[in-house]
């Protein structure tokens, strides 16, 4: 789809709510929008396709650019007029280092995060996943855990090796840290074989998720919309008592 064509079509569906020029601008930039209400204001991020690191991917690749989500979270992080972040996830991998980083990063947002998963979370996708306080995925997503891979010319040394383990050493303890699965059966599940036709690891789908531990609550954009409203309502009354008791 070209530039042109999904300009009219963001104007087009985009409501006041957006924010005007500048939000159909995000929208049409960075795939994002902030919707106010009196429950509280939300900015909703989409992470799809390819997550594109130091190399740039061709023009009919969709992808998301980690120059622009990494300064755009710091700037929500301490943007008053934002309450909480939606993150809607679709995404089959990409660079690691660019995913991981985005991860760790929405991982240390004060603000209240919810994640939900759609159609796929794949590789680099389940840190992303998990990384906000709550993460969510409708039943017909799938989420693809397998082992660090590279594309290209790879130097067929130790010293090589041992890179990829520790990298991947890096993201399975993420993603131990910031869910309720093991590192032992996340690890298993990477590691995995006869699954996959033409790779090692698994493949799982929403429900088979939850109960892995791997992602937090099976729902849809409602639920996840409510989840995102109720840490807002909480982070707002613990503001209030705080208030309070600063008074005294």
Known sequence: MDEETKATQSTANCSHDCGGDDGRQR?????????????????TLT???QVEGHQVLPDNTKSTKYEHVMPLLASLEQNEEVDGVLLLLNTVGGDIEAGLGIAELISGMSKPTVSL???????????????????????????????????????????TFN???????RIVSFVAKNSRISREKFLGL?????????DVGSVIYGEEAVKLGLIDQLGGLNDA???????????????ERELVGARR
Do not use: W
């Open 190 to 198: 990477m590691l995995k074989t006869g699954e996959m036709a033409a």
């Open 117 to 159: 998963v759609l159609g796929g979370g794949h590789s680099i996708g389940v840190p992303l996943a998990v990384a906000p306080q709550v993460s969510m995925i409708v039943p017909s997503a799938s989420m693809t855990i397998h082992p660090v891979r590279m594309n290209g010319t790879v130097i067929a040394a130790p010293q």
């Open 47 to 49: 992470i799809v396709g």
């Open 163 to 169: 890179y990829f383990e520790r990298i991947q050493e």
């Open 225 to 239: 919309l409510e989840c995102l409203y109720g840490q807002i309502q909480r982070s707002r009354q613990a503001g």
């Open 27 to 43: 929208l049409i930039d960075l795939g994002s929008a902030i919707t106010r209400s009196s429950r509280g204001n939300i900015y």
